[in-house]
């Protein structure tokens, strides 16, 4: 019953007047920057993350949930009825969503992907509401050396997931570790790369470099793009799914609503990987192959569900172990850090009220993205179709503004500016930025649980392997790197992730 | 420059070593301590030095393997939107947000294909006009509207 007396207290906290209203702008606002091609629920976030700034914690995160959902709706709707090439979010959704937008049935997917996504959603709330209790006492027992192999573990298995080189990846985790090293040294007070600045002391401004690599960089990428005008497929007849199309989705809605949920709670995982697993499993699983690429509607409503239930299971691990596990996740952690809430096992029992709002109000917000935007859909779609050359200039104004409004600081521009530059370069030579994201934010925890396990164990480096949790995630880490490296692997996982 | 079969392995590497080496010649000055009980340098020299392998690594991959296409930077788009976000941070503090925008978005808006200067300043105004009403007038952020540059003092 504890469980029922948890999601009560969030449903009260989640719908309260101010609350539902900023978890109905997060999902509005969301779904809004969401579809307008090129800006994924990445970007999305980064640059929306300042309106929150003002708001208190709990409001703040629940709005912020809101954007993220929001914009992942966004994009399913873009890639429905508009076809971009080159976006990766939603590019599975568009294989078969545009197809049966072309064929006038573009109403029809919007309507299962909602659907899919409203269950998804749904099932998700609940999965997070059970098991981080779990997840929570299991993180307490946790000693410095169990954490720092935890975060290991997180970090390399990010790496192995994420598309591209490993080994590129690697160096983006270690450089974003370095650039988390600057600032004054916890322990000793030292100044490290500070070069005497003033303004280095504190270290680098998180939200800053986000700013930069989501925000400015990928800009300047969509600029140089020479974007073409999209395509828009038809006009939108009917919502309604007939019975046969209800027959058809049910399979791929369950399915794709585990998956979803299983790939979201590993590091690395999420709404991507989630909706790339689905599709090739509904592949694999459908008695009429052929159909896929021609409009199946199990190709849109299973990686559609995956994709929702996994965006809401990768809040597991920031949530109670405080390990965010893709770079959206780490923007999150970074609000809350900012706003002096540690994100891990502390939250839940210190803070129920903004724990279970937020869970709960991944729920209401779900709701309301089901009702809301089915009407909606002609304008977002006639947003999707706002060229660019218009757009780019006010994202850049409301990056600049917003990084320079969260700490009054015009340093934090040239910051941003900086990564953007870092970033844009960095994005060129195939280094993802999310790996040096993810380092930057676990190299202070990952340092200071380091020099603890060691002091503990009076500087025997025995004790990571004596621990059994740490032991386990350690070779799990090491496990998992071995296997990417291995030829055949190798392989089939640059298959897996192209297909 | 034909040993160079992946250049943006090259590339990267020489970033990843020129990083790791650069840390290590700072952090050299830091105390180490022992790993019992760990100085303000240990965990930076072990980054820079994990750094230094990767980007060695990545460099020596670079002259074998399947050859790639070379990579291409488009220096103008970057250059402008750099520039432009230079342009606000400079003057947002002296002559306030409604100049700093104008500035940044009549910057970028040279930034892709042909530069339409009347529609730029249009956007700009409409831009600037929106960023003052929602971040300033709704949501109360301590922005100068218009900085001290315009204080004009007439006594």
Redesign the interface.
């Known amino acids: 019953m504890d469980i029922l007396a948890n999601i009560t207290l969030g449903l009260g906290a989640a719908i309260t007047p101010s609350n539902l209203l900023y978890c109905f702008l997060g999902c509005f606002l969301g779904t809004l920057i969401g579809v307008i091609p090129g800006i994924g629920p990445t970007a999305t976030i980064a640059l929306l993350l300042p309106?929150t700034?003002?708001l208190e914690p709990t409001t703040a995160l629940i709005m912020l949930a809101g954007i993220y959902y929001g914009s992942q709706y966004g994009g399913s709707t873009t890639a429905i009825m508009v076809r971009l090439p080159g976006q990766a979010e939603s590019v599975i959704t568009a294989i078969d969503g545009h197809e049966m937008a072309k064929q006038g049935r573009g109403g029809v997917a919007l309507a299962t992907a909602a659907l899919g996504s409203f269950f998804a959603g749904t099932v998700a709330t609940i999965l997070i509401a059970v098991s981080s209790p779990l997840l929570t006492r299991v993180a307490l027992s946790f000693g410095p050396a169990d954490y720092f192999s935890l975060m290991v573990f997180a970090l390399l298995a990010s790496v192995t997931v994420a598309q591209g080189?490993v080994?590129?990846a690697?160096?983006m985790i270690?450089?974003g570790?370095?650039v988390g090293?600057i600032g004054t040294?916890v322990?000793?007070g030292?100044h490290?790369?500070t070069f005497g600045a003033l303004a280095l002391y504190d270290g680098i401004n998180i939200i800053a470099v986000i700013m930069g690599l989501f925000g400015?960089a990928e800009?300047?990428r969509n600029?140089?793009r020479?974007r073409v005008m999209p395509v828009i497929a038809g006009k939108i007849t009917s919502l309604m799914p007939t019975a046969q199309d209800f027959r058809n989705m049910a399979g791929p809605i369950l399915r794709g609503t585990g998956l979803g949920s299983l790939l979201g709670i590993l590091p690395g995982g999420g709404a991507l990987l989630a909706s790339f697993a689905s599709y090739a499993l509904e592949k694999r699983v459908a008695r009429d192959r052929a159909r896929f690429g021609h409009g199946a509607i199990a190709g849109v409503a299973g990686p559609e569900s995956a994709n929702n239930a996994g965006a809401q299971t990768s809040f597991i691990p920031m949530l109670t172990l405080g390990i965010p596990s893709n770079a959206i996740m780490a923007m999150l952690a970074s609000a809350m850090i900012m706003r002096g809430i540690t994100p891990g096992p502390r939250v839940m029992t210190d803070q129920p009220v903004l724990f279970w709002g937020l869970i709960a109000s991944m729920w209401v917000g779900n709701a309301m993205l089901l009702i809301l935007n089915l009407p909606l859909i002609g304008l977002w779609v006639r947003l999707a179709r706002i060229p660019?050359?218009?757009l780019?200039?006010?994202i850049?104004?409301?990056c600049?503004?917003g990084v320079?409004?969260m700490s009054?600081s015009?340093f934090d521009?040239?910051v941003?500016?900086a990564f953007?530059?870092c970033g844009?370069?960095?994005m060129?030579?195939?280094?993802e930025p999310a790996p040096l994201l993810l380092g930057m934010l676990l190299g202070p925890l990952?340092?200071q649980n380091?020099?603890r396990a060691?002091?503990l164990s009076?500087?025997d480096?025995m004790t990571f392997i004596e621990r059994p949790i740490s032991a386990t995630l350690l070779a799990v880490s090491v496990l998992s790197l071995l296997l990417v490296a291995l030829p055949h692997v190798r392989r089939k996982r640059e298959e897996a992730l192209q297909d | 420059m034909n040993r160079i079969r992946r250049p943006s392995d090259f590339f990267s590497g020489l970033i990843f070593l020129g990083v790791g080496v650069f840390a290590i010649v700072q952090a050299i000055d830091y105390p180490l301590g022992t790993l019992r009980t760990m100085g303000p340098g240990y965990f930076p020299i072990l980054v820079a030095v994990l750094l230094c392998g990767i980007g060695m690594t990545l460099v020596g991959k670079s002259a074998a393997g399947e050859a790639e296409n070379p990579v291409t930077v488009s220096l103008w788009p970057l250059l402008v939107v750099l520039a432009g976000l230079l342009a606000f941070a400079l003057t947002l503090l002296k002559a306030g947000l409604f100049v700093a925008i104008v500035l940044l978005v009549m910057i970028v808006g040279g930034a892709s294909g042909k530069y339409r200067p009347l529609a730029s300043a249009v956007l700009a105004l409409a831009l600037a006009a929106a960023c003052v009403a929602i971040f300033v007038l709704a949501l109360g952020q301590q922005l100068p509207v218009f900085g001290e540059w315009f204080d004009f003092r007439f006594w």
């Open positions: 309106i700034f003002t080189s080994i590129k690697i160096g270690l450089l570790l370095m090293n040294d322990t000793s030292t490290r790369f400015v800009t300047i600029i140089e020479h660019y050359h218009l780019y200039p006010a850049l104004v409301f600049a503004i320079y409004s009054s015009t521009i040239y941003m500016a953007g530059l844009y370069v960095l060129k030579l195939d280094c990952l340092e380091l020099q060691l002091m009076r500087g480096l």
